[in-house]
């Protein structure tokens, strides 16, 4: 096993494109420690004001740590990236900003800039009486499809990418499916801690170190990013009983629904041995879905959660 480390002197990438080189190397069980910025590069500091949000330079946003070349992925095939851990800088912000996030613009006029103290312990304080449990990920974590060129960040797709997704915390294993030879891997927009859905447009936006196994699993052809956590979560906010959950992305909510249920479908059928049959019903009588990311137009994405405490063996 080797460990890999991208510094924030490495090149960056904003978008995902199968031309741009690989930064790392990497063979299955290899270890990667990559330091990334926030989503905005560093262009929001611990005493803006709120305009500066007006005044983001929106060519550098979502700077990306990568890509990652796995050795032996090849399409047909899924990457396995197993999250270690996280380091946080001792600050970070979150923010509304007019036109941007779920509700109308209307109902939210002027800019919101809102800086959380990280150092404070496992909590951070929003306003006086209300803590917000610090759980960092990193909302965007993909591969490129195969034959993307320049494609933006947002929203997500098949292969991943900016997925928001608040449960790809410590312990957790996102799986991906491998579009291009050696699936080249990106990371970054770091999130201190987020609701499901993020639907202002932000989470705790912060800089962080991301500390990740990567590894390849043969003939593993998902349709879009799954992820698995076993029992034992740290975090305050996520069941601490393990679970399975597999993904739909797509143009519309139901679809996407519809997508997630297929695809753990499939999961319960392979990895389970139950039948189709079975395996709908027990999605309707223990599988939860969530919207998991709802912001990024026109791709929405619903997970299909099914804890692993129903299997009796």
């Known amino acids: 096993m080797t460990e890999h480390r991208i510094g924030r002197d490495a090149p960056t990438h904003r978008c995902w494109d199968v031309t741009v080189p690989p930064v790392v190397h990497a063979e299955p069980g290899d270890v990667i420690v990559a330091e990334t910025d926030d989503f905005a590069a560093g262009q929001i500091t611990r005493t803006s004001p709120a305009t500066a949000l007006l ?56 800019p919101v800039l809102r800086i959380f103290d990280l150092a404070e312990g496992d909590t951070t304080e929003l306003c006086p009486g209300v803590r917000i449990p610090i759980e960092p990920f990193c909302g965007t974590m993909g591969v490129p499809g195969a034959g993307m060129r320049d494609v933006p960040i947002p929203p997500p797709h098949a292969g991943g990418g900016n997925v928001d997704c608040r449960h790809l915390t410590a312990g957790t294993t996102l799986y991906l499916p491998v579009g291009v030879e050696g699936g080249l891997l990106s990371l970054g927009d770091a999130h201190a801690a987020q609701g499901d859905g993020e639907v202002a447009i932000a989470g705790i936006e912060c800089a962080m170190t991301t500390r990740i196994r990567v590894d390849v699993v043969k003939g593993l052809d998902i349709p879009a990013p799954q992820f698995r956590r076993p029992p034992g979560s740290l975090t305050p906010r996520v069941d601490r009983g393990g679970w399975y959950a597999t993904t739909g992305v797509e143009t519309d909510l139901m679809e996407a629904s519809r997508s997630a249920v297929r695809a753990m479908i499939d999961h319960l059928v392979r990895e389970r041995g139950l ?38 063996s």
Do not use: N, Q
């Open 275 to 312: 039948t189709r049959e079975d395996a709908y019903i027990l999605c309707s009588l223990a599988g939860d879905l969530k919207i998991t990311e709802v912001v990024d137009a026109p791709m929405w994405m619903v997970g299909c959660f099914v804890p692993d405490a129903v299997f009796t």
């Open 55 to 110: 005044e983001v330079d929106f060519d550098l946003i979502y700077p990306l740590a990568g890509p990652i070349h796995v050795a032996g992925a090849e399409p047909g095939d899924a990457l396995a990236i197993e999250i270690l851990g996280f380091e946080l800088p001792d600050w970070g912000w979150s923010c509304i900003i007019p036109g941007f996030g779920l509700l109308p613009p209307g109902e939210f006029s002027e």
